[in-house]
């Protein structure tokens, strides 16, 4: 009895530290939240749009994230470039045909930021910047960075 106690228990750890392995190397940064916001703002060139999600958490006493996507008109990829609590506040602009300016601020918090898409993310939590991938592929920003 022990014995078969002892093996469950190893498979179970096992396959825990495979799962996180595979999560770590292969995590991607995506979101799409329940509630989409207005119309995409479309970069000057058009070569992309970026998109407004919100997402509730918590119930009547938690709160919302917002997550902007870039939608890439030339591969017709849609990928979170930006993650956090949203402040009240949002608004996107391109300050460069590839540079998407984020505001996302109140009276008590801002979390305000320019990202290049394709280069920059950012999670407010940082939770995507402790994976491999992510590392690799991005300048990956927190509320500790900005």
Known sequence: MIKKFIKIIVVVTLL??????????????????????????????????????????????????????????KTNKEQTIYYSGAKGNVILNWSAPNVLSITNYDEYDNRNVELIVGKEIYDEFGGACQHYKIKKQYVCKDKDSI
Do not use: C, R, W
């Not at 595979?22 to 207005?38: A, E, H, Q, S, W």
């Not at 970026?50 to 902007?68: D, R, T």
């Open 16 to 73: 825990l530290f495979f799962y996180y392995e595979y999560n770590y190397f292969t995590y991607d940064f995506m979101y799409v939240g329940d509630i989409k916001d207005g119309k995409p703002v479309v970069s000057p060139n058009g070569d992309y749009a970026a998109q407004i999600y919100y997402e509730n958490y918590g119930g009547a006493a938690g709160g919302v994230i917002l997550i902007v996507n870039i939608i890439n008109h």
